[in-house]
Nanobody
Framework: QVQLVESGGGSVQAGGSLRLSCVASGSRISRYCMGWFRQAPGKEREGVATTDDGIGTYYADSVKGRFTISQDDAKNTVYLEMTNLKPEDTAVYYC????????????????????WGQGTQVTVSS
C-alpha cells in the first residue's frame, strides 16, 4: 500500500507559478511510475506528467515547456513545478503511483493507476 499526500495548491494569476509536492509513505517511490494528473470541472481526469525514477519524464503537450516533474528519493517526494500558468490549468491536481511499465503513455497509464492522492486545487485567474 502506498499513501500519497499532496500539497502546494492555491490561487494565482495567469503567468504565475506554483510548486506541488506529493509525499509518499508505505513504499519507496523509486519502485513506481509517479505522476501528476488533473481534473477540471465537467472534464475527465487527464495526465499531466509522469516520471519513472530518472529513466524519463513525460508530459502532456499542453504543459510541455511550462511544467517540470521531479522526484527526491531520499524524501520519498514527487514535485510538479508549474510556471507560466494559464486559466485552463485550473483543476484539481492528483498525485499517483503505479508500476512503471506504461509510464510514458499518459493516456493509457491513467487507466492502471494503483494509488491516488486526495488532490489539491489549483486555480488560475486571468
Amino acid at each position: 500500500q502506498v499513501q500519497l499526500v499532496e500539497s502546494g495548491g492555491g490561487s494565482v494569476q495567469a503567468g504565475g507559478s506554483l510548486r506541488l509536492s506529493c509525499v509518499a509513505s508505505g513504499s519507496r517511490i523509486s519502485r513506481y511510475c509517479m505522476g501528476w494528473f488533473r481534473q477540471a470541472p465537467g472534464k475527465e481526469r487527464e495526465g499531466v506528467a509522469t516520471t519513472d525514477d530518472g529513466i524519463g519524464t513525460y508530459y502532456a503537450d499542453s504543459v510541455k515547456g511550462r511544467f517540470t516533474i521531479s522526484q527526491d528519493d531520499a524524501k520519498n517526494t514527487v514535485y510538479l513545478e508549474m510556471t507560466n500558468l494559464k486559466p485552463e490549468d485550473t483543476a484539481v491536481y492528483y498525485c499517483a503511483a503505479t508500476p512503471p511499465l506504461l509510464c510514458r503513455e499518459l493516456d493509457t497509464v491513467i487507466k492502471y493507476i494503483e494509488y491516488w492522492g486526495q488532490g489539491t486545487q489549483v486555480t488560475v485567474s486571468s
